[in-house]
């Protein structure tokens, strides 16, 4: 018989060792925590309160719930995915008698192709921002390097930055960076970003408030947060034409696809981004299928 202990104490002891053991991202567990606060919300409208006290009709409505309240597939999934890791969790530990998720499913995320930006249109976000780091301000400087090193190395935001000084090699033209999982990988960038990390390594100096590792600072000179990034992007799309998205991830989205455009081959576009599956890159060709399509609709006299 499993001993019965409060959800909200259970859901913070998982959460602690997805941190400390399973090495997840940030990012992952602050999402888990979300739902699982919230799925503990909805259990208390039941009378539900501790961790025996599960079971599978109950997370079934509490899906069906955020389902009627609008919620996303992908969200819906992420939820599903959450609590089968915490049920699976507590029955090992003896905190439920079976695990009670492991028949619950989620619906099937929506596939929608992502946001990916021209040529042209890279060109002039870039040029714009290296007319404002020719004016030597040390933060335009930094912007300039952020965004070539988003779109040369297809990163994403968590990896730029979690980028070290000591990550960089000019020699190689090269980054070391920790992706998902706490995973190292390689990754190379051009010589335009090169330039642009050059000259912001010369004006860092203007934003250092104490010694720290970290490449891209912020204003009180300590490491750049993931919202700084996002704000940077989102203002630097808001006036290019497209739907969908407008953070970080529409330029590593940009980054490979115009890799495959350029006939880089699936696998090695893979080990770039650092897929765990080919699949997920596989998106991508798809993105390169629709965009060569388009072209063909409207240059082709007999499209």
């Given at each position: 018989m499993a001993d019965a202990v409060h959800l909200g104490g259970a859901a913070d002891e998982y959460l602690l060792t997805l941190a400390g053991e399973r090495g997840l991202s940030e990012h992952t567990v602050r999402s888990y925590r979300a739902d699982l606060r919230d799925l503990i919300a909805f259990a208390a409208t039941r009378s539900v309160t501790t961790t025996t006290q599960l079971d599978l009709e109950l997370l079934r409505d509490w899906l069906w719930?955020?389902?009627n309240a609008?919620?996303?597939?992908?969200?819906?999934?992420?939820?599903?995915?959450?609590?089968?890791?915490?049920?699976?969790?507590?029955?090992?530990g003896g905190r439920t008698d079976s695990d009670v998720a492991a028949r619950l499913r989620a619906p099937k995320s929506d596939k929608h192709l992502p946001r990916v930006?021209?040529?042209?249109?890279?060109?002039?976000?870039?040029?714009?921002l290296a007319a404002?780091?020719?004016?030597?301000?040390?933060?335009a400087a930094r912007d300039l390097a952020i965004v070539e090193m988003l779109y040369a190395s297809a990163l994403r935001v968590s990896e730029v930055v979690g980028l070290n000084d000591s990550d960089i090699?000019?020699?190689?033209?090269?980054?070391?960076?920790?992706?998902?999982?706490?995973?190292?990988?390689?990754?190379?960038?051009?010589?335009?970003?090169?330039?642009?990390?050059?000259?912001?390594?010369?004006?860092r100096g203007a934003l250092l408030r104490q010694p720290t590792p970290a490449l891209f600072l912020g204003a009180r000179g300590g490491r750049l947060g993931s919202r700084a990034v996002y704000e940077l992007v989102a203002s630097l799309l808001a006036d290019i034409p497209g739907s969908g998205?407008?953070?970080?991830?529409?330029l590593r989205h940009t980054a490979a696809t115009h890799l495959l455009d350029g006939g880089a081959d699936l696998r090695s576009v893979q080990q770039m981004l650092g897929h765990a599956s080919l699949g997920t890159t596989q998106l991508y060709t798809?993105?390169?299928?629709?965009?060569?399509?388009?072209s063909y609709r409207m240059a082709h006299p007999r499209a």
């Open positions: 719930a955020g389902s609008g919620l996303a597939k992908s969200t819906l999934a992420r939820r599903s995915a959450a609590v089968r890791s915490f049920s699976q969790w507590l029955a090992k930006l021209t040529r042209v249109q890279v060109d002039g976000l870039l040029t714009g404002r780091s020719d004016a030597g301000d040390a933060a090699d000019f020699g190689a033209l090269t980054a070391r960076v920790t992706g998902k999982g706490s995973k190292e990988r390689v990754v190379p960038f051009g010589i335009p970003a090169a330039r642009a990390l050059e000259q912001y390594r010369l004006r998205p407008a953070g970080p991830h529409t798809h993105v390169s299928s629709e965009r060569l399509k388009e």
